[in-house]
């Protein structure tokens, strides 16, 4: 079997390289490890596909590499993808900038990728596994595990295999090995966009409650990231979109070595001078109550429950016994609340991965320096974008414009 382009992945950016490629007039074929195309995507935005957002800048993406992930993205950007969904009749929602299919269902846009993928009648090898890749001449030998053919050639390759986050759905880091062979850098795996874990005391107290905050990131004594949002408090940390916001930068200090802290205000929306004055007025109106009980206008009862023991007084306390001391101490533990990170969720919760391919290894067209033909697209590549739809306009920009160069590296051939 001889192609033009075999696309090696058939998640999100797999299955647009192998639509763009196909719609070129390239024999195309896409291998699936798995028994199913596009299961990550199902995953995304809880189930509703944020599948892009109208505010794209380079801050939206979160290493070293954000210009380079800008520069792809402007040639098949935010307008391109929502009139390419349209065009499937996909039609896109808009809730502050976060793109959704109208249906508000990840399985939406699914479907019509793998409609249009069997309109087109591009063959899929599932269940098959490529151990190897060949150059023998002008052409690459693909060698498979699980088709009913060993052996494969292609005069083009697109890597589209995605991360190691979430292997369940078929991102099981197995990309990266067959990069490796090819002698291509891989900056090392991290999980991205997860939870983190503390030996925090005292915050089982809190498991549960969701509250808008500010959560800093300090590595080696230093600020190195921010966000602000709903925060989740859990038995084990704190989770939510502003913790996985963030949490690249701890996992990455953690990695070096360093000592890493998150600082949550739980109150980013209120000045402390403010919020003194509200706990204040609370704790003296409500004199005859707890002290959880007068503040739960303000807080929930266990949030409040587990600040107070942090700075060792009980939240069933009477509200009466509050003085000026304790409310400025229960104030100012409000705006810095202190978890030392001991670690983080790993590939099973994580949403995406940072690292990956060494973008120094591709030139402009997501083509390896030292393996022409070859081309990359997706979570492989070293590029993670914040929560939002970033991800994912990564990999439909990425797998447009490996399509495109593929097809142009083969009209040079010709």
């Not at 944020?50 to 794209?56: D, E, G, L, Q, V």
């Not at 060698?143 to 083009?156: D, P, R, S």
């Not at 003296?284 to 303000?298: A, D, F």
């Not at 697209?377 to 914040?386: M, N, P, R, S």
Request: charged share 25%; glycine share 8%; with cysteine.
């Amino acid at each position: 079997m001889s192609f033009d382009c075999v696309v090696i992945g058939g998640g999100a950016a797999g299955m647009m390289a192998a639509i763009q490629c196909k719609e070129n007039n390239m024999q195309t074929v896409i291998i699936e490890h798995t028994a199913k195309l596009g299961t990550k995507i199902l995953k995304t935005g809880n189930g509703k596909c944020n599948f892009s957002n109208t505010f794209m800048t380079k801050e939206m993406y979160q290493n070293n590499n954000a210009d380079y992930a800008m520069e792809i993205i402007n040639r098949f950007n935010v307008d391109d993808t929502i009139h390419f969904f349209e065009d499937l009749s996909v039609y896109k929602k808009e809730r502050n900038g976060y793109l959704y299919p109208r249906s508000e269902m990840a399985a939406s846009v699914a479907l019509a990728l793998t409609g249009k993928i069997q309109a087109l009648d591009i063959p899929v090898f599932f269940e098959t596994s490529v151990k190897k890749i060949d150059r023998a001449g002008s052409e690459y030998v693909l060698q498979l595990e699980g088709a009913k053919t060993n052996t494969i050639k292609t005069k083009t390759v697109i890597l589209a295999c995605g991360s190691a986050a979430s292997p369940s759905s078929g991102s099981d880091g197995s990309g990266y090995k067959l990069v490796k062979k090819l002698g291509i850098k891989v900056v090392k795996p991290l999980p991205a966009l997860t939870a983190l874990e503390s030996d925090k005391k005292n915050m089982k107290l809190a498991t549960g409650v969701r509250a808008y905050g500010n959560v800093k990131i300090m590595a080696a004594g230093r600020v190195v990231a921010e966000d602000t949002g709903e925060i989740q408090f859990t038995d084990y940390g704190i989770s939510g979109i502003p913790v996985f916001q963030v949490s690249r930068f701890a996992v990455r200090a953690m990695e070096e070595g360093q000592r890493v802290e998150a600082l949550v205000d739980v109150a980013a929306d209120i000045k402390e001078d403010d919020l003194l004055s509200m706990l204040k007025c609370a704790v003296n109106t409500r004199k005859h109550q707890s002290v959880s009980e007068s503040l739960s206008g303000l807080f929930n009862k266990k949030l409040v429950m587990m600040i107070c023991k942090d700075i060792g007084i009980e939240g069933n306390s009477s509200a009466s016994d509050m003085d000026d001391d304790i409310c400025q101490k229960l104030v100012r533990h409000m705006k810095s609340l202190r978890y030392h990170i001991t670690g983080y969720k790993g590939n099973d919760y994580a949403q995406v991965c940072q690292g990956g391919v060494d973008v120094s290894e591709l030139n402009e067209n997501l083509e390896s320096v030292d393996n022409h033909g070859i081309f990359f697209a997706g979570e492989l590549v070293d590029i993670d974008g914040k929560c939002g739809g970033y991800n994912l306009q990564w990999a439909w920009s990425s797998g447009v414009v490996a399509a495109k160069s593929a097809f142009d590296y083969c009209n040079r051939q010709e």
